[in-house]
C-alpha cells in the first residue's frame, strides 16, 4: 500500500478575519484586553500580521498607548514598517473596520485556523516518526500522543485567569461545603480516617501509599479502589503484581461474607456480590513489568473512550521507563514524575503503591518518608503520602488485625496516625470505631 499526500489544498488560515483583529486594535485602544490572553502573535498566518501584532503587543507589555501611530512608530522602531506595507496598509486595516465589537468572534477564527495548522504540524511531525521506523513502539506511540494531547491542553488552557474569578469559584466551593457540611470536598475515599486529613482525594494529585511486603497496602488500595467507584467515580486499575482474577477475587471477599480462599478455589460463588460488582465503573489492566510510556497511552485511550477519574497503580517499583537510565533511583524518578504529570494532564487522581525499604524495618515502629523505596522522586512528586504499619505481635486467628497509618505527607492540610481493622480473610479493611472523631 503506497500513502499518497495532497498537496493541492491550502494552509488553514482566514486573512479578512487577521485584518478585522489588527483593525479593531487600531481604532480603540482598551480591545487588546479582551484578546491578549486568547491570541499569540504565531496565531496570525499572515507574515506581515505577525508584525503588526508583535508590535502592539509589544507596546501593551510597555503599557503604552495602541494606536495607529503608536504602532507605525514601534514597527519604524524594528525596522519592520516597510516590510509590512508602510502607512498606508494600517490606514488601510482602519478603514476596513467600523467598529470593535466583534474583535472576539474574528479572534476566535483566527486562533481556531492556527489551531488546525498547528494539528496538521503536529500530523507532519507523526508522520515523519512512522517514516523513520523506530523499533521502539511504545515510546513513538506515546510521543505521538503527547503532540496531540499537548495541542489539546493548550486549545483548552488558552485564556488566563484573573484573580476576582478564582474567588469566584472559590466562594461557591465554599458555599457549598457550607450546604453539605458532612460531605468531603473531593473523591471520598470509603474510610473517614484518611478523609479527616484529606478532605477526599483531589483531581491531579499523586498518592503514594507506601508498606512493608504483607501489611494490606495492595488490599487497601483495592479497597480505595472499591469505595471510589462505588460512589461512581469511574476507576482505572493497573496490577503489576497479581492478574485480573485476583483482583475480581479480592473485590468479591471485600463485597460478601465468604472468605478469599473459599471464592479463590470456587467452593462459594457468591452470586450477589458478584452482580453488586458488575455495574462498577472500574476497569483493570494487569500487564506485568508495565512501561511508564504504555501506562500513560493505555491512562489517556481510557480517559478519551470514558470518564476517567482515579487511576491506581500497584506497584510502583515493578514499572520501568523503557529507557537506559544511570541507576534505579533515577528510573523511579522519572516514572513518578510522569505519574505526577499524568495526573494533572487526565485530570485525575494516580494513588501509587510503593514498597519500603528493608531500613523501615518489621519492629512495629511508623515508617519515615525516607524509607520508601529508591524515595528520592516519590518523596518530592507526590501530594500525599500514607504509610502502613503493624505491631510484632501476632495476632490470634480469625482475629481482625490492627493496622496502624499515616498521613505522613499532605501537601494542602495536615499530616498525622489514623487506625484502620484488617480482615485477612476476606482481605478486607475497615474502621476501627463508629464514632467520627480525629482517627487515634
Given at each position: 500500500?503506497?500513502?499518497?499526500?495532497?498537496?493541492?489544498?491550502?494552509?488553514?488560515?482566514?486573512?479578512?478575519?487577521?485584518?478585522?483583529?489588527?483593525?479593531?486594535?487600531?481604532?480603540?485602544?482598551?480591545?487588546?484586553?479582551?484578546?491578549?490572553?486568547?491570541?499569540?502573535?504565531?496565531?496570525?498566518?499572515?507574515?506581515?500580521?505577525?508584525?503588526?501584532?508583535?508590535?502592539?503587543?509589544?507596546?501593551?507589555?510597555?503599557?503604552?498607548?495602541?494606536?495607529?501611530?503608536?504602532?507605525?512608530?514601534?514597527?519604524?522602531?524594528?525596522?519592520?514598517?516597510?516590510?509590512?506595507?508602510?502607512?498606508?496598509?494600517?490606514?488601510?486595516?482602519?478603514?476596513?473596520?467600523?467598529?470593535?465589537?466583534?474583535?472576539?468572534?474574528?479572534?476566535?477564527?483566527?486562533?481556531?485556523?492556527?489551531?488546525?495548522?498547528?494539528?496538521?504540524?503536529?500530523a507532519t511531525q507523526i508522520a515523519a516518526d512512522a517514516y523513520s521506523e523506530p523499533t521502539d513502539m511504545p515510546i513513538t506511540l506515546d510521543k505521538a500522543e503527547q503532540r496531540l494531547f499537548a495541542l489539546r491542553d493548550d486549545t483548552a488552557n488558552t485564556q488566563l485567569r484573573h484573580i476576582q474569578t478564582a474567588l469566584q469559584d472559590n466562594f461557591q466551593h465554599l458555599s457549598d461545603r457550607m450546604d453539605r457540611p458532612y460531605e468531603v470536598s473531593g473523591i471520598p475515599s470509603g474510610f473517614r480516617e484518611l478523609d479527616f486529613y484529606t478532605e477526599g482525594f483531589t483531581q491531579g494529585d499523586l498518592?503514594?501509599?507506601?508498606?512493608?511486603?504483607?501489611?494490606?497496602?495492595?488490599?487497601?488500595?483495592?479497597?480505595?479502589?472499591?469505595?471510589?467507584?462505588?460512589?461512581?467515580?469511574?476507576?482505572?486499575?493497573?496490577?503489576?503484581?497479581?492478574?485480573?482474577?485476583?483482583?475480581?477475587?479480592?473485590?468479591?471477599?471485600?463485597?460478601?461474607?465468604?472468605?478469599?480462599?473459599?471464592?479463590?478455589?470456587?467452593?462459594?460463588?457468591?452470586?450477589?456480590?458478584?452482580?453488586?460488582?458488575?455495574?462498577?465503573?472500574?476497569?483493570?489492566?494487569?500487564?506485568?513489568?508495565?512501561?511508564?510510556?504504555?501506562?500513560?497511552?493505555?491512562?489517556?485511550?481510557?480517559?478519551?473512550?470514558?470518564?476517567?477519574?482515579?487511576?491506581?497503580?500497584?506497584?510502583?517499583?515493578?514499572?520501568?521507563?523503557?529507557?537506559?537510565?544511570?541507576?534505579?533511583?533515577?528510573?523511579?524518578?522519572?516514572?513518578?514524575?510522569?505519574?505526577?504529570?499524568?495526573?494533572?494532564?487526565?485530570?485525575?487522581?494516580?494513588?501509587?503503591?510503593?514498597?519500603?525499604?528493608?531500613?523501615?524495618?518489621?519492629?512495629?515502629?511508623?515508617?519515615?518518608?525516607?524509607?520508601?523505596?529508591?524515595?528520592?522522586?516519590?518523596?518530592?512528586?507526590?501530594?500525599?503520602?500514607?504509610?502502613?504499619?503493624?505491631?510484632?505481635?501476632?495476632?490470634?486467628?480469625?482475629?481482625?488485625?490492627?493496622?496502624?497509618?499515616?498521613?505522613?505527607?499532605?501537601?494542602?492540610?495536615?499530616?498525622?496516625?489514623?487506625?484502620?481493622?484488617?480482615?485477612?480473610?476476606?482481605?478486607?479493611?475497615?474502621?476501627?470505631?463508629?464514632?467520627?472523631?480525629?482517627?487515634?
Amino acid at each position: 500500500m503506497t500513502l499518497q499526500t495532497r498537496t493541492d489544498r491550502q494552509v488553514p488560515f482566514d486573512e479578512p478575519a487577521e485584518q478585522q483583529v489588527l483593525g479593531a486594535l487600531l481604532i480603540d485602544r482598551d480591545a487588546i484586553f479582551k484578546i491578549a490572553d486568547v491570541l499569540a502573535t504565531d496565531d496570525f498566518y499572515v507574515a506581515r500580521h505577525q508584525r503588526i501584532y508583535g508590535a502592539i503587543y509589544e507596546l501593551l507589555q510597555r503599557r503604552e498607548r495602541i494606536d495607529t501611530l503608536t504602532v507605525q512608530v514601534e514597527l519604524a522602531r524594528r525596522e519592520e514598517l516597510d516590510r509590512v506595507g508602510g502607512a498606508a496598509y494600517l490606514a488601510d486595516l482602519v478603514a476596513r473596520v467600523a467598529t470593535a465589537m466583534e474583535i472576539e468572534r474574528h479572534a476566535h477564527v483566527v486562533r481556531d485556523k492556527a489551531i488546525l495548522r498547528r494539528l496538521l504540524g503536529a500530523a507532519t511531525q507523526i508522520a515523519a516518526d512512522a517514516y523513520s521506523e523506530p523499533t521502539d513502539m511504545p515510546i513513538t506511540l506515546d510521543k505521538a500522543e503527547q503532540r496531540l494531547f499537548a495541542l489539546r491542553d493548550d486549545t483548552a488552557n488558552t485564556q488566563l485567569r484573573h484573580i476576582q474569578t478564582a474567588l469566584q469559584d472559590n466562594f461557591q466551593h465554599l458555599s457549598d461545603r457550607m450546604d453539605r457540611p458532612y460531605e468531603v470536598s473531593g473523591i471520598p475515599s470509603g474510610f473517614r480516617e484518611l478523609d479527616f486529613y484529606t478532605e477526599g482525594f483531589t483531581q491531579g494529585d499523586l498518592v503514594v501509599l507506601g508498606a512493608r511486603p504483607s501489611v494490606g497496602k495492595t488490599s487497601l488500595a483495592l479497597a480505595l479502589a472499591f469505595n471510589i467507584a462505588k460512589h461512581g467515580h469511574p476507576t482505572l486499575i493497573f496490577s503489576l503484581e497479581m492478574d485480573t482474577k485476583q483482583i475480581v477475587s479480592r473485590f468479591l471477599a471485600m463485597n460478601s461474607r465468604s472468605d478469599l480462599l473459599a471464592l479463590r478455589t470456587g467452593n462459594v460463588f457468591d452470586t450477589e456480590a458478584a452482580s453488586s460488582l458488575a455495574g462498577l465503573p472500574i476497569l483493570i489492566d494487569d500487564t506485568p513489568g508495565i512501561s511508564i510510556m504504555e501506562l500513560r497511552t493505555k491512562a489517556r485511550r481510557a480517559s478519551t473512550n470514558d470518564r476517567l477519574e482515579v487511576i491506581v497503580v500497584d506497584y510502583i517499583q515493578l514499572m520501568r521507563t523503557g529507557e537506559d537510565e544511570e541507576n534505579r533511583v533515577q528510573e523511579i524518578s522519572t516514572i513518578t514524575r510522569n505519574l505526577k504529570s499524568l495526573a494533572r494532564e487526565l485530570n485525575v487522581v494516580v494513588i501509587g503503591l510503593s514498597q519500603l525499604s528493608r531500613a523501615a524495618g518489621d519492629s512495629g515502629l511508623e515508617p519515615k518518608l525516607s524509607t520508601l523505596r529508591e524515595s528520592g522522586g516519590l518523596e518530592q512528586d507526590s501530594d500525599i503520602v500514607l504509610m502502613l504499619w503493624r505491631d510484632k505481635e501476632d495476632t490470634p486467628p480469625g482475629a481482625p488485625r490492627l493496622i496502624h497509618g499515616s498521613v505522613a505527607k499532605n501537601r494542602n492540610g495536615p499530616t498525622g496516625p489514623f487506625s484502620l481493622l484488617f480482615a485477612s480473610e476476606q482481605a478486607r479493611f475497615f474502621s476501627k470505631a463508629p464514632d467520627t472523631d480525629m482517627p487515634v
